[in-house]
């Protein structure tokens, strides 16, 4: 089933960012923690968070393999194949 335009997952919202959103906000805490200056308290926080971004990033990568498999299904491929790259370089 699709969901509905305009649904909730189809908008980014403060509470559910884009993945775009979620990716670049996990790479600034990525990047503050490898500094290595944040006070323990601070660092265990931005870690959670971290976490947090982490997995609404693999959530929308699983809906996003979910969508391919319908599409395709729907052109009668019923098989993905895995991505393999030309290298004829």
Do not use: C, W, Y
């Not at 290595?36 to 393999?65: C, M, N, T, Y």
């Not at 019923?78 to 790259?85: E, G, R, V």
């Amino acid at each position: 089933m699709r969901p509905k335009e305009g649904s909730v997952s189809d908008k980014a919202t403060p509470a559910n960012p884009s993945f775009e959103q979620t990716i670049s906000e996990l790479e600034a805490i990525v990047n503050e923690m490898e500094q290595g200056d944040l006070p323990l308290h601070e660092a265990l926080q931005k870690f959670e968070r971290g976490i947090e971004l982490s997995r609404l990033s693999q959530k929308a990568l699983v809906e996003a393999e979910q969508k391919v498999r319908i599409l395709t299904e729907q052109n009668g491929d019923s098989q993905l194949q895995d991505f393999a790259a030309d290298n004829e370089d």
